[in-house]
């Protein structure tokens, strides 16, 4: 999170990385974080999210939006909103909504 803090610039892959590790992290025999390490992790997270926030207004790549609003409903608890967000772009998303 420092170093991308520090890198200056609204980079989606932060965002999609932990969007990525943590919207799959509940799924299957996936390994729980261990005790140690929870707190800090859970923290950064919730760190990133924030910093999202102020990101999100300076940035209009559709790419950096989406991964940062993932992030964001992850660690709200919307978990399936996070993953849509994520997996799939808009015609996608358009095309599923189109079958309804």
């Known amino acids: 999170m420092s170093i991308h803090r ?10 999609a990385i932990v969007a ?6 509940t799924k299957g025999e996936n390994p729980k974080v261990p005790e140690w390490f929870e ?8 760190e990133l ?5 102020s990101e999100i207004s300076r940035t209009d790549e559709r790419e ?5 609003l993932s992030v964001g409903t992850i660690v709200k608890g919307l ?3 996070g993953r849509f967000l ?6 996608e998303l358009l095309d599923m909504e189109s079958r309804l």
């Open 64 to 68: 950096a939006v989406r991964a940062i």
């Open 86 to 91: 994520l997996e799939y772009e808009e015609a």
């Open 49 to 53: 999210a924030q910093l999202g926030i």
């Open 39 to 46: 707190k800090d992790y859970f923290r950064s997270i919730q």
């Open 20 to 25: 990525c590790i943590e919207s799959t992290r």
């Open 6 to 15: 520090k890198h200056g610039v609204v980079d989606w892959n932060t965002y």
């Open 79 to 81: 978990r399936t909103y």
